[in-house]
């Protein structure tokens, strides 16, 4: 119980940070900051601002792949007519529910917690974990995020 042998730890409550982020074989993709949490109409704004001109100059042919994990946000009336207006320029991949070891950015989101893990000091402060994830998201390697993609299955289990 000696001071110097002990630390200090945040319990649970000490509030969160929320991020949507995007990757592909060739590039980490964006890192958005989310205030309070991703609804409908948040979600849209992302796909519809920021990864449709991304998918668009990266596949200008169409012939891109976009995944979604089936998050509520995902299925709701206003995302899901936006994606058929634009279904010509880039393919939805279907995922099933409830799949997160499919899907391989629940994977990528588990090497940015082990990079943040691994900090001395450990942010204290909701702006330090901003910052942390964004450090760690940019310092993912390369070959990390093609091999995610590349463990993808071929064909997804019949749902």
């Known amino acids: 119980m000696h001071p110097t042998c002990m ?10 940070v929320m991020v949507w982020g ?17 609804t409908s109409t948040t979600y849209l704004s992302i796909v519809a601002d920021q990864v449709h001109p991304i998918m668009l100059m990266a596949y200008p042919n169409g012939d891109g ?14 995302v899901q007519e936006w994606l058929q207006e634009h279904q010509g320029d880039f393919t939805l991949l279907r995922w099933p529910p409830q ?21 001395v000091p450990q942010p204290s402060k909701l702006t330090e974990l901003d910052s942390a994830i964004h450090q760690a998201w940019c ?13 993808m299955p071929e064909e997804l289990p019949q749902y």
Do not use: Y
């Open 7 to 16: 630390s200090t730890t945040l319990q649970a409550g000490g509030g969160s």
């Open 65 to 78: 792949f976009f995944q979604q994990d089936n998050a509520p946000c995902h299925g709701a009336g206003i």
């Open 99 to 119: 799949s997160p070891n499919l899907n391989p950015i629940e994977h990528f989101w588990d090497e940015v917690k082990r990079a943040i893990r691994q900090l």
């Open 139 to 151: 310092q993912i390697p390369r070959i990390t995020f093609q091999h995610l993609v590349e463990s």
């Open 22 to 38: 995007m990757f592909s074989w060739h590039d980490l993709g964006l890192l958005i900051h989310v205030e309070q949490r991703l």
